[in-house]
């Protein structure tokens, strides 16, 4: 008994901090509204736009579904599993859709370089690939009869798969690195013709605010 409450615990952690995650994201997502609005449904809809509003929409889908799948009552296993594959295929697709949306950045600004564009596809692919794989191994069952029945309606059975936190790794160090050096060779440029640069002036702006605050 003394080993279950910290799981016990750890679990009711855990889904305090997603539901927080979640209302802040969902906050977020009602406070942007008018924005969206008037950047994208005034205007042509373009591919880029399309993936902003596929990330945008996909990930409130997501989150809402993940909410009812760690909500407090009863479920069967089978509607745990189906819910389990919905929440998973939504993320795998947000996932995706703001992926491609960096590789764009990255491909924009080094000037519509083919070769980093393939490079940054290769990495959304196979992580794509992989997210799609490790769905079936790792499914949804009802909390029923476990410990954790008054916490959740379902858990999660997981299969550890080293292989895609690596890979995001990978990804998010490839993008950082090629925007940090187009910003260094930006605001070395800048400097060269006595302007300042756009990295600059967001720095002077956080120091007014930072003083203001």
Known sequence: MDDIVPQIEAWLLGNYAGTATSVLWIADHIGTLQME?????????????????????ISLLYLILKA????????T??????????????????????NVLFALRVYAIYNK?????????????????????????EFGASTIG?????????????SIQLAIPFLALGYDIFIFVLTAIKTIQHAMAMQRLGQSSITQLIILDGKYCIIIL
């Not at 370089?113 to 690939?129: D, K």
């Not at 992989?130 to 769905?135: A, E, V």
């Not at 476990?146 to 997981?158: A, D, H, K, Q, Y």
């Open 113 to 137: 370089n083919r070769v980093i564009l393939g490079i940054a596809l290769v990495f959304v692919l196979s992580r794509f690939v992989l997210d799609i794989w490790k769905i079936p191994p």
């Open 146 to 158: 476990s410990p954790f029945e008054n916490s959740s309606r379902c858990g999660i059975l997981v």
């Open 37 to 57: 609005f008037n950047s994208i449904w005034k205007r042509k809809i373009t591919g880029t736009s399309f993936l902003f509003l596929v990330n945008r929409y």
């Open 77 to 98: 296993d089978m509607q745990c599993r189906v819910e389990n594959i919905m929440f998973q295929l939504c993320e795998t697709v947000a996932l995706v859709a703001t």
């Open 68 to 75: 009812l799948f760690d909500s407090p009552g009863y479920g």
